[in-house]
């Protein structure tokens, strides 16, 4: 099994010692589509899945969900987080064992979320569908979290769906912490439309998935590689980073095309191991 390059008391130890910088950015890597992002003291969670619920309910299928990467931290342990997200409903984004101990672990703790699955966050949270920790967001609202400003970008997890209501079921973030843009596309491929309001928004720094689609693995599919890489160049992405790889043995994929491609096309990226820091000086 993977070993995150910090873990537990050293990557808290690391989020201490980032606090001496206030004025950059920090980001860190956490698995799967899970990062901690870090500004001005403030502590911003994207999709975190920090337990082992999905091995467990699939441990007696034919899908058995084995992790690939060691977790990096126990969500309990991080208690000082302002706001947490979820780009949708699937469970290694919007998880109940990971998001139960956070809001314990933090009180005044909010979570950003498509509005078309507010009812369905509530119920994983056990806590009232009006509860005002819950932010609902689409792609008309913006929101303001912990001076985080929230904007929702469509996301299409093979397709485009929308509810009855025709909220957006799968969403990616723009978000501003200020002087940065960031963008979380959440689990997405490319649609038309998509690297232009990207480029508009003027994306200093971008998480994009990277495993792929297959048939055989009967998960909704991702950006592969080369294709994020081609995304984050036709949007004049300052910095990518790739994600959603070495989590589950069954839905991985290897970084080195992804690399490849953005060496082709002169695109900035980075790759994060578990755990790992970056930082964005002003």
Not at 39 to 50: A, C, E, M, S
Not at 54 to 83: G, N, S
Not at 116 to 122: D, E
Request: aromatic share 8%; net charge neutral; charged share 20%.
């Amino acid at each position: 099994m993977i070993k995150p390059v910090l873990q537990d008391d050293a990557f808290l130890a690391d989020v201490r010692a980032a606090r001496a910088r206030p004025a950059a950015l920090h980001v860190w890597w956490l698995g799967q589509s899970g990062f901690l992002v870090q500004w001005q003291g403030r502590h911003l969670l994207f999709d975190p899945y920090l337990s082992d619920s999905l091995t467990r309910k699939y441990a007696a299928t034919d899908q058995p969900h084995e992790r690939m990467t060691e977790r990096v931290i126990a969500p309990e342990r991080l208690d000082f987080i302002d706001v947490v997200t979820s780009t949708h409903a699937h469970t290694d984004h919007l998880d109940a064992d990971t998001l139960g101990p956070l809001f314990t672990a933090n009180p005044g703790l909010r979570l950003v979320a498509p509005a078309a699955h507010r009812a369905l966050g509530a119920q994983r949270l056990a806590r009232p569908a009006a509860d005002p920790a819950l932010i609902d967001l689409d792609d008309r609202v913006e929101a303001t979290v912990a001076g985080f400003r929230f904007t929702g970008v469509p996301a299409a997890h093979e397709t485009l769906e929308r509810d009855e209501s025709g909220r957006h079921r799968f969403l990616g973030f723009l978000v501003r912490a200020g002087p940065w843009t960031l963008y979380h596309s959440g689990d997405t491929v490319d649609y038309p439309g998509l690297a232009e309001r990207l480029a508009a928004a003027r994306v200093d720094l971008a998480f994009l998935p990277i495993n792929g689609r297959a048939p055989e693995r009967r998960v909704s599919g991702n950006l592969d590689g080369p294709e994020a890489a081609r995304l984050a160049h036709a949007a004049g992405i300052g910095l990518v980073v790739p994600c959603h790889y070495e989590m589950f043995a069954f839905n991985t994929a290897s970084p080195a095309a992804f690399a490849s491609e953005c060496a082709r096309l002169g695109q900035r990226q980075q790759m994060l191991r578990a755990g790992g820091r970056l930082s964005l000086a002003v």
